[in-house]
């Protein structure tokens, strides 16, 4: 066991919390909580920092970890290059793999995903949502060019059913889907609006229009 391990589960004990509720604050598998405590596993500073802030204790301790861990490699032969790289590569994977999340990229049909993007996981939450309800959409047409939304880009969206006013939203309506901003008419019909050199709008009743996700940000293809 490390001495970065020693000093959490110490801590952890003594605030009478478990692995299990430590890794739900944290945002990571109670296997990875393990292990860290074990000294089988590096915890990054965004993870420690973490830890000190939940326990109430400091466990800015890494250099000693460090330093223990570099003993351990003096006394072993050192490998050959190429594995010594992969041993590393997999090490940062491990560590930064409990903290970045893989977000769906979809079409608008939302049916298998055709690619993933990896965001930071901040107290099991995406950008401020929860990691089950964000993805992003693969923009397909120039509809919303007045919008500075063109085909192809990235919008990071979350999943909701409500009708704000004067938001962006992939809709369904009509058989189809499509990117829309909504504007409210009244307690019975909306506006949807779209355009790109002109604006072009739409009176539609709320009942036969269905809101799948809301855009957040647009993530412009060059």
């Known amino acids: 066991m490390s001495r970065i391990g020693e000093k959490i589960k110490s801590a952890r004990i003594k605030s009478g919390i ?3 509720k430590l890794a739900r ?20 500073q965004g993870i420690i920092d973490r830890i000190s802030k939940i ?20 006394k072993e032969e050192f ?3 190429s594995n010594r790289e992969e041993k590393v590569k997999d090490i940062w994977n491990e560590a930064f793999g409990s903290v970045l999340k893989k977000v769906p990229i979809y079409k608008y049909d939302l049916g298998r995903p055709i690619g993933f ?3 930071p996981l901040i107290e099991n939450k995406i950008e401020g949502y929860s990691q089950d309800k964000v993805l992003y959409l693969k923009i397909e047409s120039d509809d919303m060019e007045g919008f500075r939304i ?3 880009d990235l919008a990071f969206a979350h999943i909701t059913g409500e009708i704000e006013n004067n938001v962006i939203c992939l809709v369904e309506y009509h058989g189809g889907r499509e990117i829309r901003q909504i504007k409210k008419l009244d307690s019975n019909k909306v506006l949807l609006i779209s355009g790109n050199n002109t604006v072009r709008t739409e009176s539609v009743d709320i009942g036969s229009l ?6 957040d940000k647009v993530e412009i293809v060059l």
């Open 18 to 20: 478990s692995q299990k």
């Open 25 to 44: 604050k944290l945002g990571v598998s109670e296997g990875f909580v393990n292990e860290v405590e074990m000294g089988r596993r590096i915890a990054n």
């Open 55 to 74: 326990l109430g204790k400091d466990m800015n301790d890494i250099t000693m970890s460090f330093e223990e861990q570099s003993d351990d490699v003096k």
């Open 79 to 81: 490998p050959p290059i």
């Open 117 to 119: 993007k990896q965001l």
């Open 150 to 152: 063109h085909r192809g």
């Open 210 to 215: 269905k809101v799948i996700a809301k855009l």
